[in-house]
């Protein structure tokens, strides 16, 4: 739809930048040098909460109804009775890998570099 709006001159937009930012430098030579201002910290006052939540509530947050307020141990990924469609495929063997010769034993292999 807008295929044949006309583009600006790369150029003469960075001409236009450039020149902004001689015209703040010639403004404020020194605006680099400054810190910003800090935000002042004001002395916060304590909140009156008037709500309570009962202890019976954080029980089944967790899940355990136990009522201690302690996390119940979850038992291990791969630990249990689980499918066999759900544990992790064993780890591959260790193939020893070809070895390589380097250019120089390729030429001289009797050479005493050892």
């Known amino acids: 739809m807008l295929g044949g709006v006309p ?3 790369n150029a003469a937009m960075a001409g236009g930048a450039a020149a902004a930012a001689a015209a703040l430098t010639l403004a404020d030579p020194h605006a680099a040098d400054r810190k ?3 935000r002042q910290e004001e002395e916060k006052r304590p909140v009156d909460v008037k709500e309570e939540v009962p202890a019976s509530v954080f029980d089944h947050l967790d899940g355990s109804g136990t009522g201690s307020g302690h996390e119940v141990p979850r038992p291990k990924a791969g ?3 689980g499918s066999a469609a759900t544990s992790p495929p ?7 890998l070809p070895v390589i ?3 120089h034993d390729a030429v001289d292999p009797g050479h005493a570099d050892k």
């Open 7 to 9: 583009h600006p001159n």
């Open 36 to 38: 910003p201002e800090q």
């Open 79 to 81: 630990a249990g009775s």
């Open 90 to 96: 064993p780890p591959p063997t260790a193939k020893k």
């Open 101 to 103: 010769p380097s250019p």
